[in-house]
């Protein structure tokens, strides 16, 4: 059996009155990728901010590495390879593809491996080697969104999480990102998939979770949420 890196029980977030994440339970096992769905508003961008040390919750545990993590902040949580890719990127717009590269491994010392890993980015994303003098921000979207995730992946992640990845992308860009997160997760990085996208979500993940107001619904292989009638009615038009 796998290891498992990430555990959170009972957690439950609170914006003032609004209770966004009423206790909810999830478990990612290492070399997993996992696809957390819902609708507008269920939870799973506070559900990703609370795990990474990024905002504050009422209760609940959240496990990494079989340690108790709570009120960590994100800075402590990256160099310990937890790392998460916010929904609208967040790349440095005034940088070049390669500093924003550089800029991802900022915890790291090791020259060499850097490099060797930009290299690797660049096999990964070809569109950012074509570019990689280039100012981030005048790059497209979908471009911005494989930076921002391969500038995450140059700390070395253990467990990473994408909040949205595919949001507001052209068709084409949808299906490239979906691509990557496959192939990255298929070079054995753990992954925690946040999407509206839940028709993609679900045919890439090993397991999945419905979020549904706040809280977890349903939970079981991608391939047997894709084809259960009540996900299909309330998440894939069918
Ligand atoms: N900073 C905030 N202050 C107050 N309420 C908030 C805040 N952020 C989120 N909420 C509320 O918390 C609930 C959950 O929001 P959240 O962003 O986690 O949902 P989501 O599932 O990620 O939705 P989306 O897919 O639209 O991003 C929503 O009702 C939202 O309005």
């Known amino acids: 059996m796998a290891n498992t890196l990430?555990?959170?029980s009972g957690l439950k977030v609170a914006y003032g009155g609004i209770k966004a994440v009423k206790g909810i339970d999830l478990e990612v096992k290492e070399g997993e990728l996992i696809s957390l769905i819902g609708s507008n508003g269920a939870g799973k961008t506070t559900t990703m901010k609370a795990i990474t040390g990024s905002l504050s919750f009422e209760a609940g545990d959240i496990e990494y590495l079989?340690?108790?993590i709570n009120g960590q902040g994100p800075w402590d949580l990256v160099r310990q390879g937890l790392v998460m890719v916010p929904e609208g990127r967040g790349v440095f717009t005034r940088m070049s593809i390669t500093e924003n590269l550089q800029?991802?491994?900022y915890i790291r010392t090791d020259k060499d491996g850097i490099q060797k890993d930009i290299e690797r980015m660049f096999g990964i994303f070809p569109r950012l080697r074509e570019r990689k003098d280039q100012l981030a921000g005048t790059m497209s979207g979908g471009?911005?969104?494989m930076l921002a995730m391969a500038r995450a992946l140059m700390s070395q992640p253990k467990v990473l999480l994408l909040d949205e990845p595919s949001m507001g992308l052209s068709p084409i860009m949808v299906d490239k990102i979906f691509e990557v997160v496959r192939e990255v997760a298929s070079q054995g990085v753990t992954i925690l998939l946040v999407e509206q996208n839940a028709q993609r979500a679900l045919q890439i993940a090993h397991r999945g979770y419905?979020?549904?107001s706040g809280e977890i619904t349903m939970t079981?292989?991608?391939?047997?949420l894709l084809v259960d009638p009540k996900v299909r009615e309330a998440y894939l038009g069918h």
């Open 210 to 212: 419905v979020m549904d």
């Open 220 to 224: 079981g292989p991608g391939k047997e």
């Open 143 to 145: 471009e911005q969104q």
């Open 6 to 8: 990430l555990k959170v």
């Open 66 to 68: 079989g340690q108790s």
């Open 103 to 105: 800029m991802g491994a």
